[in-house]
């Protein structure tokens, strides 16, 4: 069965860094777009950052940019989410997708375009 696993989450103080990894079970990954979610208690599941496949492009929500960022290995199978001047709001259980390739840039920002998901990994920063 295919699987994401996400690692890296923890508890971090306002400003600092946490970089969270998602592994793929599969080589099929290597040419899905891969995204990262998060989800606060008693909010919405919200967008954070998505690469496509051959990691020329990257997307990020206004709210994490210039302080996130996504990549993924030269196997393409491993995405990474470095998060710096981690906030307060940054807290929440973050969860890595993947989708298939070929739809609209646009579309990767909702997560309806992503077939497969991890458990889930939390992060909480404390002030």
């Known amino acids: 069965q295919v699987q994401l696993v996400e690692s890296g989450g923890g508890l971090v103080q306002a400003g600092g860094s946490l970089r969270l990894s998602c592994a793929a079970s599969?080589?099929?990954?290597?040419?899905?777009?891969m995204g990262w979610f998060r989800q606060a208690p008693g909010k919405q599941r919200e967008f954070v950052a998505a690469?496509?496949?051959?990691?020329?492009?990257?997307w990020y929500a206004d709210s994490v940019k210039g302080r996130f960022t996504i990549s993924r290995d030269k196997g393409k199978i491993t995405v990474y989410l470095q998060m710096d001047s981690l906030e307060p709001e940054d807290t929440a259980v973050y969860y890595c997708?993947?989708?298939?390739?070929?739809?609209?840039?646009?579309?990767?920002?909702?997560?309806?375009?992503?077939?497969?998901w991890g458990q889930g990994t939390q992060v909480t920063v404390s002030s």
């Open positions: 690469i496509n496949w051959y990691a020329s492009t990257t």
């Open positions: 599969a080589p099929t990954f290597m040419t899905y777009n």
């Open positions: 997708a993947a989708g298939p390739s070929g739809y609209s840039d646009a579309s990767y920002y909702g997560a309806d375009r992503y077939d497969h």
